[in-house]
């Protein structure tokens, strides 16, 4: 199993996650797509995560809550720009308190690589200085690490059942 590339690109207000995860583009897609299947992955494992919306439709938004032990919540919510299955999903992203005017944009390619491993690499783009900053003081990088290293779990675990 690989390990998640993360880069920093402090120039362009840019971060980006790259991985090779194993399991055919056509499974990591349903799996990233699928709100049944994203409590399953998203977020760091000492939260609950609950999908309040998923309207997986250009213009359509987002948002899962972050639930801890000691009922810690985190909200994120967004909206989807651009959705070409199963290879490229675009996204708002923010977090609540934040609120509009302060979303990154994320973009998520998935390409089919020919072992039957697909290749997903994620951008980040923030709209401002202070914003990136921010979220980059967050220690965003070790939650989003995590994040990932369940999505590559998880689709292990599918994949051993097909």
């Known amino acids: 199993m690989s390990k998640t590339q993360f880069s920093i690109i402090r120039a ?21 797509t699928d709100p049944q299947l994203i409590p ?22 987002w948002r899962f809550r972050n639930i801890g032990d000691n009922g810690e919540e ?7 720009l651009e959705i070409t299955a199963p290879h ?6 923010n977090y609540e308190p934040i609120g509009p005017g302060h979303e990154s944009v994320e973009t998520a390619m998935l390409e089919e690589l020919a072992d039957g491993q697909t290749r997903m690499t994620m951008v980040s783009v923030f709209g401002t200085p202070e914003d990136f900053e921010g979220m980059i003081a967050t220690d965003m990088e070790s939650g989003a690490r995590e ?7 998880l689709l292990a675990r599918e994949v051993a059942h097909e």
């Open 12 to 32: 362009e207000r840019k971060v980006v996650m790259d991985r090779i995860f194993a399991a055919p583009r056509d499974r990591v897609w349903q799996t990233i």
């Open 40 to 61: 399953q992955w998203w977020g760091p494992l000492r939260y609950e995560t609950i999908v309040d919306e998923m309207d997986l439709t250009v213009g359509g938004g």
């Open 74 to 80: 985190h909200v994120f919510y967004g909206t989807y």
């Open 88 to 93: 490229r999903l675009v996204q708002t992203f």
């Open 147 to 153: 994040t990932w290293d369940r999505l590559a779990a």
